[in-house]
């Protein structure tokens, strides 16, 4: 039985494919600013009658600020998936995230309220999943695990079910 | 009053709802309304005026008849609604508290509307509006199955809330309500409603400018005062002293009208709590459903000896839900607060040796960080008015060694056999208390500032924490400390099951 395998009370890191997931995602957001700025841009450039000069150094600006974006999409998630981690234990479920601002959050099994596995199309294209924990607390009423391989997550809900009934 | 299908045991509101109602969706529509007088000028506004009240008129009358309830065996089924029929069962084991809540006018109607909290949600989970008084007492006892029989009802609001074993615990002069006042800044509320207000006017055709104008032309004097920064000091002064003064006023206007008359009772194990000027409120809380409990004290407590203490209960947490976190003694001598709390929560006991304190490093890094934000303001008032800037900047920093040195001084905490306590601050000191069957969730957050010192912070969540008052955080600990105690803390409300 799966739900037996994930409490080992060893810190897990999460599905090395959520490495690529977040990639994509982050390409997306960044082709989405890209086509964005450059409409606005476009608009704002027809509008003004601009020289030659002042059209090169908008369009480089802006050039320079979606490369930016796009290789803080493309580097940041190694660095996100070094400092993710999870952990299941007799107590309860742990979740080590943050790079910066780092954070260890604590659930006891028997604070569970419920739980969602979601899947967004990229995850569901790579078999991840999402796993939200819900509780009854108010700064912390949903933790989230995202970048897990989606029978992961299965696993851990209903080890988190069983214990809580 | 209230209709009862025989049988099916199906009941309506009050009448008088309908009445509410209908006063309710006109007070929603006078502002459009009064807007409407303004741009028709007088012209044909009768007719406007119709068509937005009367379909808001019909929409009461079709709501108040589409809504009634049911006490059923062990839930409460609420069925509202005509097109959109809604059925919402609400089990009695999920009530926290059943509030009553009577403004003016359902006092001297008697009635009141019955809010029926749940934890999970900032919301009440049903509002009824309104019910008469021995409506409420029926569901009330249905409610909590008060084994105990209850009084009869011929005396109004007093008789129906007081149960026959009620015990009184404490009761508010008007004397501790205004120096409660004093000590609370509620009064900022009321400002920024009258700023509400003068937005409001203005969308109507008031002009704040023309307004500035004509105030100059009535009191000239305000041109010809002396000048020099001295002047400007003083006068700087003069207004904040005045602005104070004000805001303490309405602060103690503000509280006396919420709490007028506070009396706290014990029902057997659990607390009721009335209170209120123009809106009373009777609150039910039964002990076990206690999420935290606050101390409080300010300079003045402190001098006179005295403090106050705040319960939360789930589902309970100010915005939106009409009724705040709950006072359990608004103003109580120091005295009396040790029983106060043994029975909001038997079995801990406050007056601990134990302490433990912050991280040694606390005082210097809370030091660094004002003195960096007294910069921060620093800069751009020195490019705005040069040496005068000082003025603002030195007291600032003095501020700034004074916190770093006193709060690390008071900042405290204790692990109980059956709870956490957290004290913090210096000029205001509040201790904050959870057991551990209620801590949901344990968050251990490093900031890279912490990273650097080798600290952390204990974030410790229950349910009903709102977001004003005391935060549950336990800042500055050495980094081995905070995993350490993360780990026990986490281990402690793993050991137990939570009721709510």
């Known amino acids: 039985m799966l739900g037996s395998e994930v409490v080992e009370g060893v810190e897990r890191p999460l599905d090395p494919r959520s490495i690529t997931v977040r990639r994509i995602a982050g390409a997306i957001t960044s082709a989405a600013i890209g086509v964005g700025t450059l409409g606005a841009l476009v608009i704002r450039l027809i509008a003004s009658r601009p020289t030659r000069t002042e059209v090169m150094l908008l369009l480089l600006a802006w050039l320079a600020t979606v490369a930016a974006i796009a290789a803080f999409s493309w580097l940041w998630p190694p660095h996100r998936f070094r400092h993710s981690a999870w952990r299941i234990d007799a107590s309860g479920m742990r979740i080590r995230a943050g790079v910066f601002w780092r954070s260890i959050v604590s659930i006891p099994h028997a604070r569970v309220q419920h739980t969602d596995v979601r899947q967004g199309p990229v995850e569901r294209a790579f078999g991840l999943a999402t796993l939200v924990v819900h509780t009854a607390g108010t700064e912390n009423a949903s933790i989230e695990l995202a970048g897990i391989a989606h029978e992961t997550a299965l696993a851990i809900r209903d080890h988190l079910i069983d214990e809580h009934n | 009053m209230s209709t009862t299908d025989a049988g099916?045991?199906?009941?309506?509101?009050?009448?008088?709802?309908?009445?509410?109602?209908?006063?309710?969706?006109?007070?929603?529509?006078?502002?459009?309304?009064?807007?409407?007088?303004?741009?028709?000028?007088?012209?044909?506004?009768?007719?406007?005026?119709?068509?937005?009240?009367?379909?808001?008129?019909?929409?009461?009358?079709?709501?108040?008849?589409?809504?009634?309830?049911?006490?059923?065996?062990?839930?409460?089924?609420?069925?509202?609604?005509?097109?959109?029929?809604?059925?919402?069962?609400?089990?009695?084991?999920?009530?926290?508290?059943?509030?009553?809540?009577?403004?003016?006018?359902?006092?001297?109607?008697?009635?009141?509307?019955a809010r029926f909290e749940t934890a999970g949600g900032e919301e009440p989970e049903a509002v009824m509006r309104v019910l008469s008084l021995a409506e409420v007492a029926a569901i009330r006892t249905r409610v909590f199955r008060d084994p105990r029989p209850r009084a009869g009802d011929a005396g109004g609001a007093e008789a129906v809330v007081a149960a026959p074993v009620e015990e009184p615990l404490y009761r508010a002069r008007l004397r501790d309500l205004v120096l409660l006042g004093l000590t609370s800044n509620r009064g900022l509320a009321v400002v920024a409603a009258a700023f509400g207000m003068l937005w409001q006017l203005d969308v109507l055709g008031f002009d704040p400018e023309r307004f500035v104008r004509d105030l100059g032309r009535v009191d000239p004097s305000v041109a010809h005062l002396p000048a020099g920064p001295l002047a400007t000091v003083l006068v700087a002064l003069a207004g904040l002293v005045v602005a104070l003064v004000a805001l303490k006023t309405l602060s103690v206007v503000w509280t006396i009208g919420r709490l007028h008359g506070f009396e706290l009772r014990g029902r057997g194990e659990d607390f009721s709590a009335r209170y209120g000027l123009l809106t009373r409120i009777a609150a039910t809380v039964p002990r076990q459903r206690i999420q935290r409990l606050s101390i409080q004290r300010g300079p003045l407590h402190r001098w006179l000896g005295k403090a106050s203490v705040q319960i939360e209960t789930a589902g309970r947490s100010g915005a939106g839900s009409g009724v705040e976190r709950l006072w359990l003694a608004p103003w109580i001598d120091d005295g009396a607060l040790a029983g106060l709390v043994a029975r909001a929560l038997p079995g801990i006991d406050l007056d601990v040796r134990e302490w433990r304190p912050v991280a040694a490093g606390a005082g210097g890094r809370i030091l660094r960080k004002g003195l960096a934000l007294a910069v921060v303001i620093a800069i751009p008032l020195a490019v705005l008015s040069g040496l005068a800037a000082l003025v603002v900047i030195v007291p600032l920093a003095g501020l700034a060694v004074l916190h770093a040195r006193q709060w690390p001084r008071h900042a405290r905490y204790v692990l109980l056999p059956d709870a956490i306590v957290w004290q913090s601050g210096w000029w205001t000191r509040r201790t904050s208390v959870a057991r551990y069957e209620k801590i949901q969730v344990v968050a251990q957050i490093q900031s890279p500032f912490d990273r650097r010192r080798g600290m952390a912070s204990i974030h410790v969540d229950t349910a009903g924490a709102g977001h004003v008052g005391h935060p549950f955080v336990l800042r500055y600990l050495e980094e081995d400390v905070a995993t350490g105690l993360s780990g026990r803390l986490g281990d402690e409300a793993g050991a137990r099951a939570f009721r709510w």
Do not use: C, K, M
């Open chain 2, 8 to 113: 099916s045991g199906w009941r309506r509101l009050h009448p008088l709802s309908l009445v509410f109602r209908i006063g309710a969706a006109a007070r929603n529509l006078l502002l459009p309304g009064l807007a409407l007088l303004f741009v028709s000028r007088g012209q044909g506004y009768e007719l406007w005026l119709a068509v937005l009240f009367v379909p808001a008129g019909i929409a009461a009358i079709v709501s108040y008849l589409s809504y009634r309830y049911r006490l059923g065996d062990d839930e409460l089924v609420i069925q509202q609604g005509i097109v959109t029929r809604n059925e919402r069962h609400v089990p009695y084991a999920r009530v926290q508290n059943v509030d009553l809540v009577q403004n003016l006018i359902h006092r001297w109607l008697g009635v009141a509307e």
